[in-house]
């Protein structure tokens, strides 16, 4: 088993930045694939970005250019530096981890883009 918890979300103004956290413990392996997602009111979760076991990281075209993602191994946290938030960006924001067939969910951040 994996546990992820998530940190750092909050109320921000359009253009402002957040920064989110993700603490992994439990089964943690080096090569699990990572990644952020997010659901907003009345809508599906959908992938923000992800970084592959080789560290590739891949965004939603929303994002590209605004949003960072990136990991440590060896603390075991995956960090997401959103930059230039709009209010479209209003969600609640889950840490995610992947290996095989085998999925983990963290309990999710709010993250409120307004003015």
């Known amino acids: 088993q994996v546990q992820l918890v998530e940190s750092g979300g909050g109320w921000v103004q359009p253009g402002g930045s957040l920064r989110l956290s993700c603490a992994r413990s439990g089964n943690v392996w080096a090569y699990d694939v990572v990644g952020w997602y997010r659901q907003a009111p009345g809508k599906q979760r959908e992938p923000v970005a992800t970084?592959?076991?080789?560290?590739?990281?891949t965004y939603a075209d929303s994002v590209k250019g605004r949003f960072t993602i990136s990991a440590d191994n060896a603390k075991n946290t995956v960090t997401l530096q959103m930059n230039s938030l709009k209010p479209e960006d209003t969600a609640v924001y889950y840490c995610?981890?992947?290996?095989?067939?085998?999925?983990?969910w963290g309990q999710g951040t709010q993250v409120t883009v307004s003015s």
């Open positions: 995610h981890s992947l290996r095989f067939d085998d999925q983990w």
């Open positions: 970084m592959s076991s080789g560290g590739v990281p």
